[in-house]
């Protein structure tokens, strides 16, 4: 059996078995689909030292990138479902943009595909950036922005994430919280930050620390039955230190065992890993 379906259907089994358990009346309202609208969205940026940017977005596909220039926020917004429309929300040194589906009570059930799709561009401001997303695919690229934290919430998804240039600004906190998905990181070293929280259920998940590492940073992963790839360039000092149940640890050469930890010699700032998984696969990479 393909080893990230595998993952993914654990949960769904676990979901089964409960719902044949209990009974639960939930109301069920049929959601009417439409022609496809385009809408534009522009936001300028606010007159602040930095801004705290939240997106909510539920199922559908979220890309974000720079190229905003001198706006918070621009691009486009594609959506078939009248309440999908979204809301934009300014408060001084706060701006959130979410999708409005407040018109959902209860289970959506759609006559035909639904389409909701954020194609937006970030700009040059400090921001902490929020995203809160539901079941969806997501796409961001945020080299050469300046992001002061990062925290992504999200359920059932699929992620790519890349910092293909180095972050404008010393970063706090990068937190990412998901569920039953399948997520690949690139460039993390490019996002300067301090300290990274990972937690997940089960899923398959690749962070590569390419790029720029420019400070000491602290890694700590908490995940479920899952498949974690931690990959390293070559030169890089790492250390992981490992506690959980049944985890297999396949790790390269390169890496030096002294009991539950794992040593990676190089030169520069040290990237140090706290994994606690319940069980599944951690591999350790050199590239």
């Not at 040059?124 to 002061?148: C, I, K, M």
């Not at 910092?163 to 404008?168: A, G, L």
């Amino acid at each position: 059996m393909n080893r990230k379906f595998a993952l993914l259907v654990i949960p769904v089994l676990m979901i089964f078995t409960l719902a044949c358990r209990f009974t639960v009346d939930l109301p069920i309202r049929t959601i009417e689909t439409g022609p496809t609208q385009t809408e534009e969205i522009e936001v300028p940026a606010p007159d602040a030292e930095q801004v705290d940017l939240i997106f909510s977005f539920g199922a559908g596909e979220l890309n974000l990138s720079p190229g905003a220039g001198d706006a918070l926020v621009s691009g486009t917004a594609r959506f078939n479902v009248e309440q999908l429309a979204p809301v934009i929300e300014e408060d001084n040194d706060s701006v959130r943009i979410s999708s409005g589906n407040n018109g959902f009570n209860g289970i959506p059930r759609l006559r035909s595909e639904l389409v909701n799709e954020w194609d937006l561009q970030l700009g040059s401001t400090p921001v902490n950036l929020e995203v809160r997303a539901g079941a969806y695919r997501g796409e961001y690229d945020l080299g050469g922005l300046a992001l002061r934290s990062l925290i992504i919430t999200d359920g059932a998804s699929d992620v790519d994430l890349d910092f293909s240039e180095p972050n404008q600004v010393e970063m706090r906190t990068f937190r990412y919280q998901t569920g039953a998905s399948n997520v690949d990181m690139t460039g993390l070293a490019n996002a300067n930050f301090e300290r990274m929280v990972f937690e997940s259920g089960a899923g398959d998940y690749s962070l590569y620390f390419s790029g720029e590492l420019q400070r000491d940073a602290t890694i700590d992963i908490d995940s479920g039955i899952s498949q974690v790839t931690i990959i390293i360039p070559e030169g890089t000092r790492a250390e992981v230190r490992h506690r959980g149940g049944l985890v297999n640890i396949d790790a390269d050469p390169e890496w030096k065992q002294s009991g539950d930890e794992y040593i990676l010699e190089g030169d520069g700032p040290t990237l140090t890993f706290n994994i606690d998984m319940s069980a599944g696969d951690l591999q350790l990479r050199v590239r």
